[in-house]
């Protein structure tokens, strides 16, 4: 089965940036999006980013401070990360982008722990 692999995630200070990688397991066409996810304190997934055919959306929380990107070569999107705040010390996803806040039911990898904290 399909899955993605994330890696990039570590200890980062409050402010600071860090990029995620997430290893795609299929060619990035444009007959589909992929997306950034987080698990929440409750357990669920949620949105972050996305993009597509060109186009990126974000979550409000991160406009401005996170980026979303592809490439298309390397099938591997990232995302750049800047001021992070304490709070948002969690595990990190990817998978593609189907317009549900809590993604895919499938092809989740395992996640990548970030930690922001002095």
């Known amino acids: 089965q399909d899955q993605f692999v994330e890696s990039g995630g570590g200890l980062v200070r409050p402010g600071g940036s860090l990029t995620l990688s997430c290893g795609v397991p299929?060619?990035?066409?444009?007959?589909?999006?992929l997306g950034w996810y987080r698990q929440t304190p409750g357990n669920q997934r949620e949105y972050i980013a996305a993009?597509?055919?060109?186009?990126?959306d974000y979550a409000d929380y991160v406009k401005g401070r996170f980026t979303i990107s592809v490439d298309n070569a390397k099938k591997t999107m990232y995302l750049h990360m800047s001021s992070l705040k304490p709070d948002e010390k969690t595990v990190y996803y990817c998978?593609?982008?189907?317009?549900?806040?809590?993604?895919?039911?499938?092809?989740w990898g395992q996640g990548k722990q970030v930690t922001v904290s002095s």
């Open positions: 993009i597509g055919s060109g186009a990126t």
């Open positions: 299929r060619v990035i066409t444009s007959f589909y999006a």
């Open positions: 998978n593609e982008y189907n317009g549900m806040n809590t993604g895919p039911l499938e092809g």
